[in-house]
DNA sequence: TGCCCGATTAACT
DNA sequence: GTTAATCGGGCAA
């Protein structure tokens, strides 16, 4: 059985837990699959909405680790990061893509295609395909609906340049499942 | 207050 | 390759 991730797990630096959480299983009410691609944030990273302080958009990012900062993009779409780090740090990793393993119906449903390449191939998509709204921010990633376990399988993790921002592009903080078919773009 | 831009996506040409 | 959809934050006035 996986061994699932309690909260001390993300009780560390973002640059730690964001590849740790490559090949980890990521589950909303029972739907979702194995985490493809994730970017990390720090608050002292001119691209992390924490950089400027803290609002009511951003106040989750700046509590304790393990809970779910779930923010409006483009005044369209949601997309999720899981909070890491001391309090206070506000880092944050982004849930980018996954490969679907579970609810594979409820995704299609969701997202209104068949194609398993396009459900979770996205920050925007992984919400969609999840059920994922502001109404989980904030909420507690050990605990219902969030279910999160630990990879049980070695993998390769690759590292890139983030996408969609114009700031700190140079840094490589984007990491991914080498050679998936399920990640948003190639590396 | 008003204006611009963004951790995006889908539907265009 | 370009563009619309749509809204909160940041900054100028």
Redo the contacts with the bound molecule.
């Keep these: 059985m996986p061994r699932r991730i309690g909260r001390s797990f993300f009780r560390r630096s973002v640059h730690e837990v964001a590849p740790d959480l490559i090949g980890a299983t990521l589950l909303v009410a029972g739907v979702g699959g194995r985490i493809v691609e994730v970017?990390a944030?720090h608050h002292t990273d001119p691209?992390?909405?924490?950089?400027?302080?803290r609002?009511?958009?951003?106040a989750v990012?700046f509590g304790p680790p393990g809970y779910a900062?779930v923010?409006?993009?483009?005044?369209?779409?949601w997309?999720v990061?899981f909070v890491c780090e001391p309090k206070g740090s506000a880092a944050?990793?982004?849930i980018?893509?996954l490969e679907p393993l579970a609810g594979l119906g409820a995704m299609r449903r969701r997202?209104?295609?068949d194609e398993a390449r396009?459900l979770c191939?996205?920050?925007?998509?992984?919400?969609?395909a999840l059920g994922i709204t502001a109404a989980h921010n904030g909420m507690a990633l050990d605990k219902p609906p969030f279910e999160i376990f630990a990879r049980t399988e070695a993998r390769e993790v690759v590292a890139g340049p983030?996408?969609?921002?114009?700031?700190a592009i140079d840094k490589p903080w984007r990491y991914g499942l080498k050679g998936s078919r399920f990640l948003?773009k190639p590396f």
Aim: glycine share 12%; aromatic share 10%; hydrophobic share 30%.
């Design positions: 970017e944030y691209a992390a909405h924490s950089f400027r302080g609002t009511a958009r951003n990012m900062y923010y409006r993009s483009y005044g369209i779409h997309c990061n944050a990793v982004l980018r893509a997202r209104g295609t396009l191939a996205g920050p925007g998509r992984v919400c969609e983030r996408i969609g921002i114009t700031k948003s």
